[in-house]
């Protein structure tokens, strides 16, 4: 049963424009979200994250949107850089529950072209 | 580099067989957690040790079991193993859950 679901294996954006990835969920008692960034033969690694008490949250040229009536997050990159290139993972955990244990998707793979 | 290291990089091994991949955590996280990602498909949380003990479980088979060693190294056996279970296997580690840091993981083939 996938809980957290990443719609769009692949994003293709030009350098210096903006990059949306999406992100659905459907346990409504998720309420922390993250986001990794993976690079090839490499772990991931932690980009940003949000608690559900929140709608918004920034880091730089990193934005995550939360929409709990739509069970669904997304990820803005402004502007998306070559080094951005990367598959992409959203996770969610439900914190009052076995914190730490975040269910992830599937991956978005995006390329930023020059 | 995140500081965790996991050990073998790549394990080809056949059916049947049984394998122990190892993670040592970053300098001062009490908290492992190991994570299996196969072919297209995102992370699965497999378990979580904190501090030598089991703290969460996910959908770990019964042919999988782990442990966390007083020195917080943890190891990952698998055994009677399947072709389904080639995969990337990754380990990570933190002080608060809400930011894990992963080795580069273990890439497994059964053959």
């Known amino acids: 049963d996938q809980q957290v679901k990443q719609n769009s294996p692949s994003l293709s954006v030009q350098e210096g424009r903006i990059s949306i990835l999406n992100c659905d969920y459907t346990?409504?008692?998720?309420?922390?979200f993250l986001w990794y960034k993976k690079y090839p033969a490499e772990g991931p690694t932690f980009l940003i994250s949000?608690?559900?008490?929140?709608d918004k949250n920034e880091d730089g040229r990193f934005t995550v949107f939360l929409n709990k009536s739509a069970k669904h997050l997304s990820l803005h990159i402004v502007p998306s850089q070559p080094g951005d290139s990367a598959v992409y993972f959203c996770?969610?955990?439900?914190?009052?529950?076995?914190?730490?244990?975040?269910?992830f998707g599937a991956g978005t793979q995006v390329v930023v072209t020059p | 580099d995140s500081g965790v290291t996991q050990t073998p990089k790549h394990l080809i091994t056949a059916t049947g067989q049984r394998v122990t991949l190892r993670c040592s955590p970053r300098?001062?996280?009490?908290?492992v957690y190991w994570y299996q990602q196969s072919l297209d498909q995102g992370l699965q949380f497999l378990i979580q040790?904190?501090?030598?003990?089991?703290?969460a479980k996910g959908n770990i088979l019964e042919r999988f079991s782990a442990q966390q060693f007083p020195d917080l190294h943890s190891e990952l056996n698998l055994s009677s193993l399947e072709l389904g279970d080639s995969a990337l296997y990754f380990c990570?580690?933190?002080?608060?859950?809400?930011?894990?840091?992963f080795g580069p993981g273990t890439r497994l083939t059964v053959l």
């Open positions: 990570a580690s933190s002080v608060f859950p809400n930011e894990q840091f």
């Open positions: 346990n409504s008692m998720f309420d922390y």
């Open positions: 949000i608690s559900s008490i929140k």
């Open positions: 996770a969610a955990s439900v914190t009052t529950d076995s914190w730490g244990k975040f269910q």
């Open positions: 300098s001062g996280d009490l908290s």
């Open positions: 040790y904190y501090n030598g003990e089991e703290r």
